[in-house]
């Protein structure tokens, strides 16, 4: 059983672009959650997706955002990028798709953004 | 403010012993607890998990214990192995509310051979 990809796995952007990082969560599992990791900040929620449909959204401003497809699958999407953003995004799936605190979260390997 | 607190960055064991790391929690409503564990280039990797009703769960090695009345939980590894060495994230939940996992900010454990 395949786990949940994230990709890419590195990438080097500059300030004032755009990003975006792809997940594909595990094979049925039906909410994607999307947690942010800097050093000395532990894991930081962004936002979780059920059904296509934004369940719940962390502090984060609005240059964060999000989406999910129809099969699952999400993409998150940072604007006008700042050096602070520079982090590992780390993407999380879980079944049956109950809400994300009731479940065991699955995590990918993360995608780190470096922001020069 | 932190609702997951893990006040302690870094602790170093003898292999062979015991590590012991704590966590704390300010929510009164969280009533699922669990413990990930993160290597380098890894994403975090779900280790043992337990739900208020109990106030001790073991799997092997790994024994967690929750105290209510203070709000603290412990991770206890016994006994200690020099791959075990990796930052250990305590997290929490309300899972009757539509609430997301919250994390510390992790605690790295080095176990010295």
């Known amino acids: 059983k395949a786990g949940v990809t994230q990709t890419p796995r590195y990438l080097i952007k500059t300030r004032g672009q755009q990003v975006t990082l792809s997940c594909s969560p595990i094979s049925g599992h039906r909410s994607v959650s999307w947690y942010q990791q800097t050093p000395g900040q532990g894991l930081q929620f962004l936002f979780e997706?059920?059904?296509?449909?934004?369940?719940n959204k962390g502090n984060f401003p609005g240059r964060f955002s999000g989406r999910q497809f129809s099969n699952s699958r999400s993409e998150m999407n940072v604007s006008t990028l700042e050096l602070g953003d520079s982090a590992l995004y780390l993407c999380?799936?879980?079944?049956?798709?109950?809400?994300?605190?009731?479940?065991?979260?699955?995590f990918g390997a993360g995608s780190r953004l470096t922001v020069l | 403010d932190q609702q997951v607190k893990q006040n302690s960055p870094s602790l170093s064991v003898q292999e062979g012993r015991i590590s012991i790391l704590n966590c704390d929690y300010t929510n009164s409503m969280f009533d699922y607890f669990l413990w990930y564990k993160k290597y380098p280039a890894e994403g975090p990797t779900f280790l043992i998990s337990i739900s208020s009703i109990k106030d001790k769960n073991e799997d092997g090695r790994f024994t967690v214990f929750l105290n209510k009345s203070a709000k603290h939980l412990s991770l206890h590894i016994v006994p200690s192995q020099p791959g075990d060495s990796a930052v250990y994230f305590c997290?929490?939940?309300?899972?009757?509310?539509?609430?997301?996992?919250?994390f510390g900010k992790g605690t790295r454990l080095s176990v010295i051979a």
């Open positions: 997290a929490a939940s309300a899972r009757s509310g539509n609430t997301p996992l919250v």
């Open positions: 997706y059920f059904s296509e449909t934004q369940r």
């Open positions: 999380a799936s879980s079944f049956p798709g109950g809400t994300a605190g009731a479940n065991v979260l699955t």
